[in-house]
């Protein structure tokens, strides 16, 4: 059974940094595509940055410049580095996975979530 | 990178079908047939129902379809149940640099 298992969120003051994990379990990360999404509190989905499985990287305008995504592929695990973080990143954030199976074209694997609060 | 465009809440009663429409523009959904629908329980992660438009992953009830023309995007529940009562993101590719617009969201209450 494919697994994706977000963590690494938490309580963090404004400007600070955090780093989150995804570990993944039954599905490659270097063969697919992945992602972090991220959901506010009582609003709507919001994608924020893609690793192709050649490598290349995407980001949302804004969070272009203060996070950083990339993958460990020795263990299957994705991350999010999220710098200089605003009050206005606070919100659950999921990893996702979009596979072969659905031509890559769709997030077809997704985790429970990890939620990251941005606060003094 | 605007939101794509979707109506705020839709309803309907068991049995019958609604449509959930998604607007984005010539630079998302109208350039790509890669718009994809995903249901989503409160506090649960997202699930994808729909992708390339109209198909359906493995698993998902043949009683969801997908639609698009022109700008606009749409997924069709037919036979509701009260099962389907959730929330509806639709989600289009827009180029290299942006790999996915998700659109505001539809409630669908089941009456």
């Known amino acids: 059974e494919v697994q994706l298992v977000e963590s690494g969120g938490g309580l963090i003051q404004p400007g600070g940094s955090l780093r989150l994990s995804c570990a993944v379990s039954?599905?490659?990360?270097?063969?697919?595509?992945m992602s972090w999404v991220r959901q506010a509190p009582g609003k709507g989905l919001e994608w924020v940055s893609v690793?192709?499985?050649?490598?290349?990287?995407s980001y949302a305008d804004s969070v272009k410049g203060r996070f950083t995504i990339s993958r460990d592929n020795s263990k299957n695990t994705l991350y999010l580095q999220m710098n200089s973080l605003r009050a206005e990143d606070t919100a659950v954030y999921y990893c996702a996975g979009a596979s072969a199976a659905v031509g890559y074209n769709g997030m077809d694997v997704w985790g429970q979530g990890t939620t990251v609060t941005v606060s003094s | 990178q605007s939101a794509l465009t979707q109506p705020a809440s839709v309803s309907g009663s068991p049995g019958q079908s609604i449509t959930i429409s998604c607007t984005g523009t010539s630079s998302d959904v109208g350039s790509y047939n890669l718009v994809s629908w995903y249901q989503q329980y409160p506090g649960k992660a997202p699930k994808l129902m729909i992708f390339?438009?109209?198909k359906r992953p493995s698993g998902v009830s043949n009683r969801f379809s997908g639609s698009k023309s022109g700008n606009t995007a749409a997924l069709t529940i037919s036979g509701l149940q009260a099962e389907d009562e959730a929330e509806y993101y639709c989600c289009s590719y827009a180029g290299s640099s942006t790999y996915a617009i998700f659109g505001g969201g539809t409630k669908l209450t089941v009456l």
């Open positions: 390339e438009g109209n």
């Open positions: 690793i192709y499985s050649g490598g290349a990287t």
């Open positions: 039954e599905f490659t990360v270097s063969s697919n595509y």
